[in-house]
């Protein structure tokens, strides 16, 4: 079975930065672009990054541009997104999800979802 485990959220002060992962299974990692979304409390589900399955092109939403860094490791078939200067609007539970083609931003487009992994920035 294919499963994706997202991790690696939790509290922190605005202007923190926490790393979130995403731990891929049971499909050929490099067959497969990765992507990070998230749903704030009463928001529709966003696209927030995206890499493509060789790991050269990457994607973000802008209001994570600058901040945000997607990249991948082959060896551990793990996504990992550094999320630096957070902000009380990144708050939102954030999901990993992969597609065997070619990157999207569209939830609609993933073929694969994890369980959330929720990020809270306040003071």
């Known amino acids: 079975d294919v499963q994706l485990q997202a991790s690696g959220g939790g509290l922190v002060q605005p202007g923190g930065s926490l790393r979130l992962t995403c731990a891929a299974s049971g499909l050929t990692f490099d067959g497969y672009a990765i992507g990070w979304f998230r749903q704030a409390l009463g928001k529709e589900r966003e696209g927030v990054s995206c890499i493509s399955r060789r790991g050269d092109n990457t994607y973000y939403a802008d209001s994570v541009k600058g901040r945000f860094t997607i990249s991948r490791d082959y060896a551990k078939s793990t996504v990992y997104l550094q999320m630096n200067s957070l902000k009380p609007d990144d708050t939102a539970i954030y999901y990993c999800?992969?597609?065997?083609?070619?990157?999207?931003?569209?939830?609609?487009?993933?073929?694969?979802w994890g369980e959330g992994t929720q990020v809270t920035v306040s003071s």
């Open positions: 999800a992969a597609r065997n083609y070619g990157c999207s931003m569209s939830e609609n487009d993933m073929k694969y």
